[in-house]
């Protein structure tokens, strides 16, 4: 997998394709049948937080690699309103729609590495990786 | 696009939903209302929902899934889950969706007797 990979969400239906191409990319990276489910589960908890909050953006995956090791980098982007207060959001059970509040803190314990930027405003990228073990 | 139906089979008074692909928000949505639409219509006493074929459930589908068995509880209508793969299980547990109130059984069999126990023991269907 040498170049990275798109897709762009618009409707719930994205969130699936954006999931499908992660779970894809993973495989392909050699990753296990556990951590495909994570990185795909992971994904579209990130997508479908861009559909309920921003309306559109994309989920971009690729492969990383650090040291000797491989993994897979998750980049989700927005221009949606943004994230005022990210401690807030990180919390379990935290939630401003109709989700349970785990999309956001969920994600980061399916991955490895897991930051947020944001700019009220502006947007947010989320940037998740996950290593091959 | 019209959201995707999934079949719902009525085999005596137990009703089987085996989801064989991936379901997006809307069809998950129209899932719940058809089967407890089908549950109302049918006396249903009980309802086995099969994920074997599932190889992502993310919070959304286990809320859903949590949702339809208090919904169906509501109506007097017991729900099994089935079929979870080991990947399903483990991403859910990490998520934080336990589904603590959600009866499961290892696979659709042990489903069936499990649900053909619960029905006999509550005759009138109610629990």
Request: with cysteine; hydrophobic share 40%.
């Given at each position: 997998?040498?170049?990275?990979?798109?897709?762009?969400?618009?409707?719930?239906?994205?969130?699936?394709?954006?999931?499908?191409?992660?779970?894809?990319?993973?495989?392909?990276?050699?990753?296990?049948?556990?951590?495909?489910?994570?990185?795909?589960?992971?994904?579209?908890?990130?997508?479908?937080?861009?559909?309920?909050?921003?309306?559109?953006?994309?989920?971009?995956?690729?492969?990383?690699?650090?040291?000797?090791?491989?993994?897979?980098?998750?980049?989700?982007?927005?221009?949606?309103?943004?994230?005022?207060?990210?401690?807030?959001?990180?919390?379990?059970?935290?939630?401003?729609?109709?989700?349970?509040?785990?999309?956001?803190?969920?994600?980061?314990?399916?991955?490895?590495?897991?930051?947020?930027?944001?700019?009220?405003?502006?947007?947010?990228?989320?940037?998740?990786?996950?290593?091959r073990t | 696009m019209d959201s995707l139906r999934i079949p719902i089979l009525k085999i005596g008074d137990i009703l089987i939903a085996s989801i064989q692909v991936a379901l997006h928000d809307a069809s998950a949505v129209q899932f719940k209302d058809d089967l407890l639409q089908k549950i109302h219509d049918t006396r249903a006493r009980g309802v086995i929902i099969d994920l074997t074929a599932l190889d992502v459930v993310d919070s959304f589908i286990g809320r859903l899934i949590a949702d339809i068995a208090a919904m169906a509880g509501l109506m007097g209508t017991r729900v099994v889950l089935t079929g979870l793969q080991p990947a399903v299980a483990i991403t859910l547990v990490e998520l934080g969706l336990e589904l603590p109130r959600v009866l499961t059984a290892l696979n659709l069999e042990k489903g069936l007797s499990m649900m053909q126990r619960l029905t006999e023991e509550n005759g009138d269907g109610a629990v």
């Open positions: 997998m040498a170049q990275s990979k798109t897709a762009v969400i618009r409707s719930d239906l994205d969130i699936v394709i954006a999931r499908t191409m992660a779970r894809d990319a993973a495989k392909a990276l050699g990753f296990g049948a556990i951590d495909q489910a994570r990185i795909a589960t992971a994904v579209s908890e990130l997508a479908r937080n861009i559909f309920l909050y921003a309306g559109t953006g994309t989920v971009t995956v690729k492969e990383v690699e650090k040291n000797t090791r491989k993994g897979i980098e998750i980049v989700c982007e927005d221009q949606g309103p943004g994230i005022t207060n990210i401690d807030l959001v990180m919390q379990d059970g935290y939630s401003t729609s109709r989700g349970m509040g785990m999309g956001l803190p969920g994600a980061k314990r399916l991955m490895d590495d897991f930051s947020i930027r944001s700019q009220e405003g502006v947007g947010t990228t989320i940037t998740c990786r996950k290593w | -």
